[in-house]
C-alpha cells in the first residue's frame, strides 16, 4: 500500500510537466500557423527558404486620400541615396535611323593623276544601274582625312619592300595635324602597329619596328578584309595605302571573294606596287602579270588607284598625289529610285556633264581641252531587310 502511494507521488509530476509541455508546443504552434501566410513556400524539415522582402507599393487607386489643407505626413526614414550604376558601353541601347542615302565620292584627275578643281553639282550625273538619280548633297569642302597605311612584312621581296616603306615616311610630310593616320603590317598574320593617331612620332616609331621580316607568306587579302571592316565606320575622307606586291600565298579570302569585299567597301583603297622594279630585274612573268591586274581591280573597285612605280624616285610625287587627290574629292549623295532593300549590288557610273546635259569639256588655262578621268567606286550593296 505504501508503494503504490510512493509510485503516485512520483508518477504526478512527471504527468504535470507533461501535460504543461504540450499545451506549451500546441500554443507555439497555433501562433506560428496565424503569423504564415496562406500561400507561398511551404519549408519541409531540415530545410531553410529565403524568400526576397517585396516592398509592397499602393496603386493609385489604394492610396489614402489626405484632407484637403492637410500635408501627407514624411517618413521619419530618409530614403538612402542608390549608388552610381557601373554602366557597361556594350550594353547601352541607341535609338538610330536608317536612310536610303549613297554617298559617294568622286575624284576627278587630268591624264597626269592631278586632281582638277571647281566642278560644281549640276555638272555630276549618277547613274544607278543605268537609271539618273538626282543628287542631293554635294560637298567639296577641305576635311580631315583618316589614312592607314598596310605593309606587306614578307622577306620573299623584303629589299625592294624597305625602300618604299622608306619613302613612305615622306608621305607623313603631306598629312596635316588633325588627319588620322594609322600603320597596320601583314605577313601570315595583320597585326596592328599603330591604331589611329595625329600624332606623327608615333607613327614613326611603328614603322621603324619593321626591320627583319620573319614569314616568306602573304596573306593580303585578308588583310585588306581587315582594314577595310576596321574603317567601315568612319566617317568622312578616308583611304588605305597599301605598300604590297600584290602576291598572296596565305589568305583565306579568295580573289573573287576580295573583289566583292572591295565593290561593297566605302574605302578607296590605293596599292603602291614595286612589281615593275620586280620585272625589270627578274622579268615578266604569269604570276607579276595576275598580281598586277588583282592590284588594279581591287583599286578600281573601291573607288581608289593602284600605283606601280618603275623607280624609287617616283615615290614621293605618287604619295603626295594620293594625298592632293584625297582633298579634292567631290562628295555626293542621293536616294535611289529603285528603294528595294534586297541586298542586291548595284552598279555605279559618275558622268562630268554641261548646263546643257552634254558631256563636260574641260580646257586649260591656254584653251586646250583636257583629257579628264573620273573616278569613283563601282558601286555598292543595298541594305537588305
Known amino acids: 500500500m505504501k508503494s503504490s502511494k510512493r509510485r503516485l507521488l512520483w508518477t504526478l509530476p512527471v504527468v504535470v510537466c507533461a501535460a504543461a509541455g504540450l499545451w506549451f508546443f500546441e500554443s507555439n504552434a497555433v501562433a506560428r500557423a496565424q503569423q504564415q501566410p496562406s500561400s507561398g513556400p511551404n519549408p519541409q524539415a531540415g530545410e531553410t527558404v529565403y524568400a526576397p522582402k517585396k516592398s509592397a507599393k499602393p496603386q493609385p487607386s489604394q492610396q489614402p486620400q489626405q484632407p484637403q489643407g492637410q500635408q501627407p505626413e514624411q517618413s521619419q526614414q530618409a530614403p538612402q541615396e542608390k549608388k552610381p550604376e557601373k554602366i557597361n558601353p556594350n550594353q547601352v541601347y541607341t535609338l538610330s535611323t536608317q536612310s536610303n542615302l549613297v554617298n559617294v565620292n568622286v575624284l576627278v584627275t587630268d591624264q597626269n593623276g ?7 553639282k549640276n555638272n555630276f550625273k549618277v547613274f544607278d544601274d543605268g537609271v539618273p538619280q538626282a543628287v542631293t548633297n554635294f ?19 623584303w629589299g625592294y619592300l624597305y625602300l618604299a ?39 614613326r616609331s611603328a614603322l621603324d619596328t619593321l626591320r627583319i621580316p620573319g614569314f616568306s607568306e602573304i596573306n593580303l587579302y585578308d588583310a585588306l578584309s581587315f582594314t577595310l571592316d576596321r574603317m567601315k565606320d568612319i566617317q568622312g575622307r578616308k583611304a588605305i595605302v597599301a605598300i604590297c606586291t600584290g602576291f598572296d600565298t596565305f589568305s583565306k579570302l579568295t580573289y573573287g571573294q576580295m573583289l566583292k569585299i572591295a565593290k561593297g567597301s566605302n574605302t578607296p583603297i590605293y596599292p603602291v606596287s614595286i612589281l615593275e622594279w620586280v620585272s625589270v630585274r627578274y622579268g615578266e612573268s604569269i604570276d607579276t602579270i595576275q ?22 624616285g617616283a615615290l614621293p610625287d605618287i604619295y603626295q598625289q594620293i594625298a592632293s587627290q584625297l582633298r579634292h574629292e567631290y562628295s555626293l549623295g542621293y536616294v535611289p529610285t529603285n528603294s528595294n532593300q534586297d541586298g542586291k549590288y548595284h552598279k555605279l557610273e ?3 556633264v554641261d548646263p546643257q546635259g ?12 583636257i583629257k579628264y578621268h573620273v573616278v569613283a567606286r563601282e558601286g555598292y550593296y543595298a541594305r537588305k531587310r
Open 139 to 157: 560637298s567639296t569642302a577641305e576635311a580631315p582625312m583618316t589614312v592607314c597605311l598596310l605593309i606587306e612584312f614578307s622577306n620573299k621581296w
Open 165 to 203: 616603306l622608306g619613302d613612305a615616311y615622306q608621305f607623313l610630310h603631306f598629312m596635316k595635324p588633325d588627319d588620322w593616320v594609322g600603320v597596320i603590317d601583314f605577313d601570315m598574320k595583320t597585326h596592328i602597329l599603330q591604331d589611329f593617331t595625329h600624332d606623327r612620332s608615333q607613327v
Open 291 to 312: 598580281a598586277r591586274n588583282g592590284l588594279t581591280y581591287i583599286a578600281k573597285y573601291s573607288g581608289g588607284q593602284a600605283y606601280f612605280p618603275r623607280f624609287e
Open 358 to 369: 552634254n558631256p563636260l569639256t574641260i580646257t586649260n588655262q591656254k584653251g586646250k581641252k
Open 114 to 120: 592631278n586632281p582638277i578643281g571647281g566642278l560644281g
Open 350 to 352: 559618275v558622268k562630268l
